[in-house]
């Protein structure tokens, strides 16, 4: 699994959150969670409300800041089904890696802040959950239906305690 990651601004989170360990470690959990049978990629941009304000208002045109966008590389048939990507390798693999592109995830520094004090966790565990839900998009799912809401909340709670980042 290959974590790339990137930070502007100049707003940081807490050493304690060791940001690159825990990016990885639940990626790597949700990876084996949702049985992806190949090796992949995930791109991770720790950014601004100012910055994640224009790209949700450029890709969902949405002008106001949110805590985290998904910008999954893979259209599933099935959320979480990797079968149909091996007729797909020239479009779903990385050429020099032959890594699974998932996509990218992006992620508010501020609302991890933010949501972590309004929620009472820690930050950490805001941030370990954003990237656990922003995960489930990258593999198809989503919430828009009542039905896919239930499903995806399970899903993260399934991931979160498997990597123990639970709520205080």
Do not use: W
Not at 37 to 51: F, G, K, S, W
């Amino acid at each position: 699994m290959s974590l790339y990651m990137e930070e502007e601004g100049n707003l940081t989170l807490p050493e304690e959150i060791n940001v690159k360990n825990t990016a990885e470690l639940v990626v790597e959990a949700a990876l084996d969670y949702i049985g992806c049978p190949y090796e992949a990629e995930v791109n991770l941009l720790l950014t601004t409300d100012e910055e994640i304000q224009e790209m949700n208002k450029m890709h969902r045109k949405v002008d106001k800041s949110t805590d985290v966008l998904s910008f999954p590389m893979l259209e599933y048939e099935i959320p979480g089904n990797f079968e149909i990507f091996e007729e797909q390798a020239e479009d779903a693999f990385n050429p020099e890696s032959g890594e699974l592109m998932l996509g990218d995830i992006v992620i508010s520094k501020n609302k991890v802040i933010a949501q972590a004090e309004s929620y009472g966790h820690s930050q950490k565990r805001e941030f370990a959950f954003l990237i656990a839900h922003s995960m489930l998009h990258l593999f198809g799912f989503d919430h828009i239906e009542e039905d896919e809401r239930i499903v995806m909340e399970q899903k993260q709670r399934e991931i979160m305690e498997k990597v123990q980042i639970l709520r205080e």
